[in-house]
T-cell receptor, first 111, second 114 residues
Framework: GESVGLHLPTLSVQEGDNSIINCAYSNSASDYFIWYKQESGKGPQFIIDIRSNMDKRQGQRVTVLLNKTVKHLSLQIAATQPGDSAVYFCAENSGYSTLTFGKGTMLLVSP | EPEVTQTPSHQVTQMGQEVILRCVPISNHLYFYWYRQILGQKVEFLVS????????KSEIFDDQFSVERPDGSNFTLKIRSTKLEDSAMYFCASSEQQTSYGYTFGSGTRLTVV
C-alpha cells in the first residue's frame, strides 16, 4: 500500500511568484476533481474543481489543469500571496459522493 | 455564507471511553459525511449518510463507529471505545446533492485519546 509519513512535500516561493502544485490521482474512472486549501487548525476549503471532460479550468488567480492520460492534476496560483500559505490537497470523486484525497503539498510564501 | 459547525473543537478522552462528535450541517443539505485526518496524513473518508441511513462507509468505519441524525439539525459520530489510534481531526461535511460537488467541510474536532 501507499506509505504516508509526517513530512509533506513543501513548495517555497516568494510573494508575487506563480506557484504550481502537482498531484497524481489513482483512479482512471474518477470523473470529478477538486483542489482544497487547508490552513492550520481548519477544515478543507474548496478552491476550484474540474470535470473529466475538461482539461483546463480557470478561477480567480487559480487554474487547474487535468491530464487524464497520465492521471495528473495541477493547481497554478498566480501572483502568490502570503495568505496563500497552507496545505493544498487534490481530491478525486471515487464513488457516489466519496472523495479520495491526495497526500497534500505545503505551500510557503515568503514576503 | 452558510457553514458546517462542529463541536467541540477539541476533545480529550481516555482510552476505552465513548465519545460523541457533533456537527450541524448546512440547513438545506441532505447528504452528510465524516472524514478524519491523522496528524500529518491525508484526509480519509469514513462514512456518508442520507435519508437516515448510511450510504457508504470505508474500511476504517468499523463496529466501534456509528452515526446518527438525532434531530432535524444535528449529525453525530460516536466512537464506542476509543483507542489511541483514533486520535485525529474529524471533519464533518455536507452537500445539497449526492455528488462531491458542493461539499462544505466544518472546521473539525481534534480528538486526543490518552
Amino acid at each position: 500500500g501507499e506509505s504516508v509519513g509526517l513530512h509533506l512535500p513543501t513548495l517555497s516561493v516568494q510573494e508575487g511568484d506563480n506557484s504550481i502544485i502537482n498531484c497524481a490521482y489513482s483512479n482512471s474512472a474518477s470523473d470529478y476533481f477538486i483542489w482544497y486549501k487547508q490552513e492550520s487548525g481548519k477544515g478543507p476549503q474548496f478552491i476550484i474543481d474540474i470535470r473529466s471532460n475538461m482539461d483546463k479550468r480557470q478561477g480567480q488567480r487559480v487554474t487547474v489543469l487535468l491530464n487524464k492520460t497520465v492521471k495528473h492534476l495541477s493547481l497554478q496560483i498566480a501572483a502568490t500571496q502570503p495568505g496563500d500559505s497552507a496545505v493544498y490537497f487534490c481530491a478525486e470523486n471515487s464513488g457516489y459522493s466519496t472523495l479520495t484525497f491526495g497526500k497534500g503539498t505545503m505551500l510557503l510564501v515568503s514576503p | 455564507e452558510p457553514e458546517v459547525t462542529q463541536t467541540p473543537s477539541h476533545q480529550v478522552t481516555q482510552m476505552g471511553q465513548e465519545v460523541i462528535l457533533r456537527c450541524v450541517p448546512i440547513s438545506n443539505h441532505l447528504y452528510f459525511y465524516w472524514y478524519r485526518q491523522i496528524l500529518g496524513q491525508k484526509v480519509e473518508f469514513l462514512v456518508s449518510f442520507y435519508n437516515n441511513e448510511i450510504s457508504e462507509k470505508s474500511e476504517i468505519f468499523d463496529d466501534q463507529f456509528s452515526v446518527e441524525r438525532p434531530d432535524g439539525s444535528n449529525f453525530t459520530l460516536k466512537i464506542r471505545s476509543t483507542k489511541l489510534e483514533d486520535s485525529a481531526m474529524y471533519f464533518c461535511a455536507s452537500s445539497e446533492q449526492q455528488t462531491s460537488y458542493g461539499y462544505t467541510f466544518g472546521s473539525g474536532t481534534r480528538l486526543t485519546v490518552v
